[in-house]
């Protein structure tokens, strides 16, 4: 491709994204599509020699896009978003032509030096005091990964890296089942291992930690001869929102000297507003935070921020230096894949510059307050329908609920059979998820382009297969 064909062709792909954009409503959320269907238009063999861009783009269309669900579609009320606002989009095609490697300050300056400022502009929206230093992760994995590390080489006194875990004290971790599985992966790859990550049973409307349970739990594995090494406390999980009262929690960690992180992936983006700040009072405790703004707030994945109290810990538990990666001459330098687990970083920072600078905190504030109030307003519309009931209720944006099968109907298969029956007819998008070993249906608002209109679409959705399915 030359220069000309190059220019041609990245209007044309511009084009081509202003037009999916602006049609997303008139397709539906989630391909009708079986297993193997896109694999089995597909050659078998790589192809010897080049074809031309327009026959490359004809099979795009024709083959890889009615197999593609639309993330970006506004009524995609499923999982939580991966949002990619368009000024985002706009910021991403100049990262990608540029086409930067910013694992170091001198391999791109320009990238380190944004990303340190933009971090703590965020720092700022979110309510987090001065001392919090931060870093930007692909996302909330690698950022609970690489405290999961932290915390277990503070725990072994910096010796797990040189010495290994044979021979060391067994480390524990806590947690309550309403975090996210990349904790258990976490754990995996940490070599903690799956049985050592304790879980702390949940009680109460937000399904917080047993705070009394916990401790109870710290105190039995040191008076067996296991060695705590940290907690991780979550701010709206996965599942239905669970929340744990993170003061609480924070007390328990300094009273027994553990690392406290926070898994705020979604939640976090809602802490620009001050008035849900109280989902996650005590967080200025927190030995590492972690929120994504590429889920709620409008920035393209992979956009992860990692809040961090003591830098020098996490450096010291990542940080490999080579020769060939001294920056020489330079002192007092941040060199950012020394606080990740990849050496290789993209440059994530400018698409939260032009996305911050173009739309500014109160308009996003305001999108989070409507996603908020269009949540709470649908599950009080249904839990006045007959033969729906709220299973858990709204955490910001996010609820599930439940119809009644009829008698003799096991609930459990009626729901999933509503769920997939609601996706199938294509208007609107949800998932399932199991609250007190029961199925319940999950909503959440927060794609970044939804309206009103699009909730009152999903009641009426919901309601319409529901008295279908009787």
Known sequence: MN?????????????????????????????????????????????EEGETMQAIFADFEQEILPGMTHWQHPRFFAYFPANAAPVSVVAEYLVSVMAAQCMLWQTSPAATELETRVVDWMRQALGLPEGFSGVMQDSASSATLAAVLTMRERALDWQGNKKGLQGQPILRVYSSD???????????????????????????????????????????????????????????????????????????????????????????????????????????????IVFNPHKWLGAQFDCSIQFIRRPEDLVRTLAIKPDYLKTHGRDGIINYSEWSVPLGRRFRALKLWFLLRAHGLENLRTMIRNHVAWSEGLAARLAREPDFEIVTQPMLSLFSFRHLAAAGIDSDEHNLRLVNAINDDGRIYLTQTRVDGQIAIRFQVGQFETTAADVDTAFEVVTEIARRLG
Request: net charge negative; aromatic share 8%; hydrophobic share 45%.
């Open 3 to 47: 220069s000309n064909e190059f220019r041609e062709w990245s209007l044309y792909a511009a084009e081509w994204g202003a037009d999916y954009r602006s049609t997303l409503r008139e397709r539906p959320v989630r391909p009708l599509v079986e297993p193997g269907e896109i694999s089995r238009s597909i050659d078998v063999t790589p192809p």
């Open 178 to 288: 309403q975090v996210h599985t990349s904790i258990d992966r976490a754990i995996w790859v940490s070599g903690i291992g799956e049985d050592n990550l304790v879980r702390i049973p949940v009680a109460g409307r937000l399904r917080a930690m047993d705070v009394t349970a916990l401790e109870a739990a710290i105190v039995a594995d040191r008076e067996a001869g296991m060695l705590p090494a940290g907690i991780i406390a979550c701010v709206g999980g996965t599942s239905t929102g669970g929340t744990d009262d993170i003061a609480s929690v924070a007390a328990v960690a300094k009273r027994y000297g553990l690392y406290l992180h926070v898994d705020a992936a979604w939640a976090g983006s809602a802490m620009i507003c001050p008035e849900y700040r109280h989902f996650w009072a005590g967080v200025e405790q927190a030995d590492s």
